[in-house]
């Protein structure tokens, strides 16, 4: 009888052990479908229609060796959408092409914010309703466990005002800093545009004013100062600090559109830890 009774109890706490995994398990697991669905998709659409489509535009100028204005295009596509390209239009079917990706990216915003929340809603209260059917009673006999398991349901109460607050402001950061983390490299050519000026000051002003002396010590110092600012400023100063923008922009600009600090606590092993919770 004994046998049985404690066969009965293990039984029923692996049930319990089951169903609280199940019950936090599957709000998991909808959460992510929803963020591929109404987070991700529509952030690539955005990005894609705005700036897939200006990388778009300057590989046709480099292929057709157009004069267009790229900076307007882009501008006026939000200010003047429905206006007459005149000499930026670069290919047939611009303008209709860039409306259709100015209302994609308009409808883009609003999928980002508003499926979310309302479809965590729904499946949260779903799975609740369900795994409330077969969840165990508390038992009267312990207090103990009666405060542990309402304590667990005041700490897994879905608030969805806060979740649909944290969207809005995940939203609002996205959009204003896919303009501003973009912009950002521009660092890059800017880098690039002072390795050319450089470039030509020192040969002009180094290399050339030497040569023109037709001294040949004034040649061969001329030589050995250009030599010795190439290879200190371009080769060294310049490499390093392009080096440590496209390092910046990558981890500030380029990752916090992706990563995510969630996840699950690293707990290293530890024969202690073993110990501890054996006795």
Known sequence: MLISISLLRSC????????????????QQCHQISLFRYQFVPQIIFLNSLFGYLSLLIVVKWC???????????????????????DNQLFFGQK???????????????CM??????????????????DQSYALLPSLDDPLEMELNHGSDRHEEFKFSDVFVHQLIHTIEFVLGAVSNTASYL??????????????VFYDKVLLLAWGFNNIIILIVGIFVFISET????????TLSAFL???????????????????????????????????
């Open 113 to 130: 914010l508003f499926p979310k929340p309302f479809l965590l809603k729904k499946n949260i209260m779903k799975y609740r309703h369900h």
């Open 231 to 238: 290879v200190g400023v371009f080769l060294v100063m310049e």
């Open 187 to 200: 660092r890059l050519w800017a880098l690039s545009l002072a390795h050319s000026e450089l470039s030509s």
């Open 12 to 27: 029923l706490a692996k049930n319990k052990k089951g169903i609280e995994k199940r019950v936090t398990l599957l709000p």
């Open 245 to 279: 923008h496209a390092l910046r922009l990558h981890w500030v600009e380029f990752q916090n559109k992706f990563y995510e600090g969630d996840g699950y606590k690293f707990q290293p092993f530890s024969f202690a830890l073993l110990s501890e919770e054996d006795e």
């Open 64 to 86: 057709t060796g157009s004069q267009a204005d790229l900076y307007h295009v882009m501008i006026y596509m939000f200010l003047s959408p429905t206006d007459d390209l005149g």
């Open 96 to 110: 209709f092409l860039q409306i259709v990706l100015l209302l994609a990216a308009l409808v883009s915003v609003p």
